[in-house]
């Protein structure tokens, strides 16, 4: 975990917890995205927690997931409502009211969109904003829209808070031949893209 988030993320105790809240729709993967974060800081020796929070399970209807990621034994189970980073893998999903609400200070809000974060009137969040065409990735590598494994690669990026090479360990692992591979380049791109900073991603020119 980078330092910046370091001093900012530290339990009662003065262990260091990181919390990430993820909003989306119902065959997006979010759900997924969360246990893959988990698992891939679980390999790399950390304690680790992934919650689904399930309202309607249809295709296309609001989805939330979480995950804690800690240096000792995890004792929290309820929702994360404080995170210090939120993954948006939807861009509407930012309508709706608490998507965005109590993100600690110094975080990232990671938004999947060919739009800058001005665009999307994100500007006024005490929080770093990123966006990465994390759908238009995703088509180009796998041939379906499915931005959560672009959208992990970023978010590792940003923070630091699990290794690149942990995150496609996990999704190899999850993901059986071909479709693990793919997805372990789809979360390279990802991690790529944000090295530029906020300011110089590099979006298709589709878009």
Excluded: W
């Excluded at 909003?23 to 891939?40: C, I, N, Y």
């Excluded at 950390?46 to 990621?69: D, M, N, W």
């Excluded at 929290?76 to 939807?90: F, G």
């Amino acid at each position: 975990m980078s330092g910046r988030y370091r001093d900012e993320v530290t339990s009662r105790a003065g262990a260091v917890m990181f919390q990430t809240r993820f909003h989306g729709r119902g065959g997006q993967g979010v759900v997924t995205a969360a246990e893959l974060l988990s698992l891939a800081a679980f390999g790399q020796g950390k304690h680790s927690q992934a919650l689904p929070s399930f309202g309607s399970e249809r295709t296309g209807a609001p989805v939330v997931a979480y995950c804690r990621i800690d240096d000792r034994a995890i004792r929290s189970h309820d929702p994360v409502t404080s995170p210090e980073a939120v993954v948006v893998q939807d861009p509407t999903m930012l309508q709706i009211p608490g998507v965005l609400d109590d993100i600690a200070a110094g975080g990232v809000v990671l938004v999947n969109s060919t739009r800058t974060p001005s665009a999307l009137g994100l500007d006024h969040l005490d929080a770093r904003v990123v966006t990465v065409p994390a759908t238009d990735l995703a088509r180009q590598r796998l041939g379906r829209p499915l931005p959560n494994t672009c959208l992990l690669g970023a978010l590792a990026g940003l923070t630091g808070v699990v290794d690149l090479a942990a995150l496609q360990l996990a999704m190899r692992d999850r993901f059986a031949g071909e479709a693990g591979d793919l997805n372990a380049r789809l979360a390279a791109d990802g991690f790529d893209l944000v090295q530029d900073g906020p300011e110089g991603l590099r979006h298709p020119q589709a878009c």
